[in-house]
């Protein structure tokens, strides 16, 4: 792609400018709009735009970097604005500039960004999150996180384009995708049944009303499921999600499997164990002989493991027994 050259800077009307429909900054929040507007009022215009000569539209010129700045001299009433001007950029230049200044700049929102990407996306017919990183500058989980909120229903992308006191953050989204990928991928009954707008609104409903209280909580979903399946007990899981999902004020906890709910303390148990079992294998035992609290904290250690396998042992055994009639 040639790079598109600065040609001079000069004042140009306010009122000749056009924003770039290419721009993936849609949100303009109250606050930093004013911060801007009250230093250009004191300053002055510091940095010019860059623009490009229209062949559409009223306005001679369209925006290719500054929108924000253009807004505030508008709403100021300044009559004209410095300006860089270039030559026209094509269609794909002209988004791929957009997310190069986005990598020098403070971040869009993520929503907007997605919307640009699935542009550029179509127009390279490229999906590989490598190759886009390379053209964006975009980091590759920036671009999945993208693609992941390409996934909902344009209802739900537009909560996260809302004015901010309206907006929900990509968070909610990016968090319920870890439980809803591998829902909508084994095409989950009870999320299949309902679909998959209804069930997102279901868990934004539990959400906004605190019966779900971080969405961090999802994790924690996806991970019983995947133990629910793994031990197969999937029919379980199955069940309890469809009672969580039926009754509005169910937290997430509610959704408790049997042999799922541990596996990820089973996880960090062996992990521990096993690192305890090394340090104890290589321990010289005039070390151990010498620290009382070391004697204490282990024999306190060695009678916990004898109960607590005792006990399991005595569970396996019970459940191994058939059921008589």
Not at 74 to 80: C, F
Not at 90 to 112: K, Y
Request: charged share 30%; proline share 6%; glycine share 2%.
């Amino acid at each position: 792609m040639e790079t598109i050259r600065e040609t001079f800077t000069t004042q140009i009307p306010t009122e000749d400018i056009a924003p770039n429909p290419h721009n993936p900054r849609r949100l303009f929040d109250e606050e930093p709009m004013q911060i801007l507007k009250e230093s250009i009022r004191k300053l002055g215009l510091l940095t010019a735009v860059t623009v490009y000569p229209s062949k559409t539209g009223k306005q001679k010129y369209t925006l290719l970097d500054g929108e924000r700045r253009w807004r505030c001299a508008k709403e100021l009433g300044l009559e004209a604005m410095p300006a860089n001007i270039v030559k026209e950029p094509t269609e794909l230049e002209n988004v791929l500039t957009m997310f190069h200044i986005h990598n020098a700049r403070e971040g869009w929102q993520l929503m907007p960004t997605a919307l640009k990407l699935q542009t550029l996306m179509k127009q390279l017919e490229e999906t590989n999150e490598r190759k886009l990183s390379e053209l964006t500058k975009l980091s590759v989980p920036q671009i999945r996180r993208c693609k992941i909120l390409l996934t909902y229903p344009k209802r739900f992308q537009d909560l996260m384009l809302a004015p901010p006191s309206e907006r929900l953050k990509a968070d909610f989204f990016i968090e319920l995708h870890h439980f809803r990928g591998p829902a909508l991928r084994d095409q989950l009954q009870p999320w299949v049944d309902r679909g998959d707008a209804k069930v997102t609104q279901i868990l934004l409903d539990k959400y906004e009303k605190k019966v779900i209280s971080a969405v961090t909580e999802f994790r924690r979903l996806a991970e019983v499921y995947s133990a629910s399946t793994r031990i197969g007990k999937k029919r379980a899981f199955i069940k309890e999600f469809s009672a969580f999902l039926d009754d509005p004020s169910s937290p997430i906890d509610a959704v408790a499997i049997t042999g799922a709910t541990f596996a990820k303390e089973a996880k960090e148990i062996s992990r521990s164990a096993r690192r305890l079992l090394t340090q104890l294998q290589e321990l010289d035992l005039e070390m151990i002989a010498s620290d009382e609290a070391t004697i204490s904290i282990l024999r306190r250690l060695a009678k916990l493991l004898d109960k607590k396998l005792n006990d399991a042992l005595l569970i396996q055994a019970r459940d191994a027994t058939p059921d008589k009639d």
